[in-house]
């Protein structure tokens, strides 16, 4: 009896961090399967004004939705559309201006997050296993897939990305790494739970989220890191996911109550506050003026959330004016 209540323990607590709460449900006796955790809910929000980067009173327009984890790491194209993975599908999709959508590529072995070298190259990184860092056009090419003589895919499944000008690569998962041009990974970070990442303008900092704080590094020739720094804190909560610059050097980080925005000196300017949670961000658009966020959840055509798909909710892109303009020097 001791050892079944054990048992029961266990799995409830399997179940929070893995997403097994059916499979505990029954096996610690409770009966039914327990339900889902509902999606997050849509929400009214009223913008405020943020000098130079958004007027009062502007609104979010929903552009697009999609059931499932199906839309991550979102970036801007020279024409303004936007392009976004669509790892379950094991696609990318691209928006154009108009907010249509076509399938981009496919068979993008579970790309995630998206980036555009100086080159015009999209890269992706690769979650199918084994997991890599890869350009996805013109043609497939791995950059990295092994790191310290192992695999890339045993440090976990590979989040963000960010491609430089040396040809070379960062990515996170966990840390933060840089992969070179020639597919050699470097760990930078000391002990960060990273997620998002940006270069600035002139790739000479690179920033990474870290739970509710933004951490910078100087960017060395080589494309390493050092002078491992807090560079500013997430004053409205949540934790920071993507993030974007502007032409003015100012960044902008996606988290649970919409977008935070900083500039060049880590000061916190405000927040954007947007209809859902949000996981990535991207200016866009004609000359660049448009911001895209992604959000978590999606309502169907009945007006009802989205409940299908491995996290039990759907995708929303939305879209909004902005007096900031993104930086044109590179695709994000």
């Known amino acids: 009896m001791k050892s079944k209540r054990m048992f029961a323990i266990a799995c409830c607590f399997l179940g929070v961090i893995s997403g ?23 929400r009214e929000v009223a913008v405020t004004a943020i000098p130079s980067v958004i007027s009062a009173g502007v609104k979010w327009t929903q552009v697009w939705q999609t059931p499932g984890n199906n839309a991550d790491g979102i970036v801007g194209t020279a024409d303004g559309g936007l392009l976004l993975a669509q790892e379950d599908l094991n696609q990318v999709t691209k928006l154009d201006k108009n907010g249509q959508a076509s399938v981009f590529l496919s068979g993008t072995h579970g790309g995630g997050s998206l980036a555009i070298d100086s080159q015009g ?29 192992k695999p890339v895919g045993d440090l976990g499944r590979l989040n963000d990305l960010m491609a430089d000008k040396k040809g ?13 041009a020639g597919g050699k990974i470097t760990r930078l970070d000391e002990n960060l739970r990273t997620n998002g990442l940006m270069l600035s303008r002139d790739e000479k900092t690179l920033y990474v989220t870290n739970g509710m704080t933004i951490v910078a590094f100087d960017v060395q020739p080589d494309g390493t890191g050092t002078n491992q720094r807090e560079f500013g804190k997430l004053e409205a909560g949540g934790n920071g996911d993507g993030m974007t610059i502007d032409s003015a050097g ?13 500039n060049p000196d880590g000061h916190y300017l405000g927040v954007i506050p947007t209809p859902r ?56």
């Open 20 to 42: 097994l709460s059916k499979v505990c449900a029954q096996q610690s006796g409770g009966g039914q399967p327990q339900t889902a955790p509902a999606p997050p809910a849509l």
């Open 121 to 149: 190259r999209v890269m992706a990184v690769e979650r199918m296993v084994p997991r890599t860092v890869a350009y996805l056009t013109p043609e497939h090419k791995i950059l990295a897939d092994t790191y310290q003589g």
């Open 168 to 180: 070379g690569a960062y990515f996170t998962v966990g840390g933060i790494y840089y992969a070179n």
């Open 250 to 262: 100012r960044i902008y980080v996606s988290s649970a109550p919409g977008v935070q925005v900083f």
């Open 277 to 332: 949670p949000i996981i990535s961000v991207a200016f866009s658009g004609p000359n660049k003026k448009t911001l895209y966020i992604v959000g978590a959840g999606a309502r169907d055509s009945s007006g009802l959330e989205i409940k299908e798909g491995p996290q039990q909710t759907g995708r929303t892109i939305y879209k909004i004016p902005m007096q900031a303009q993104g930086f044109k020097g590179r695709a994000k």
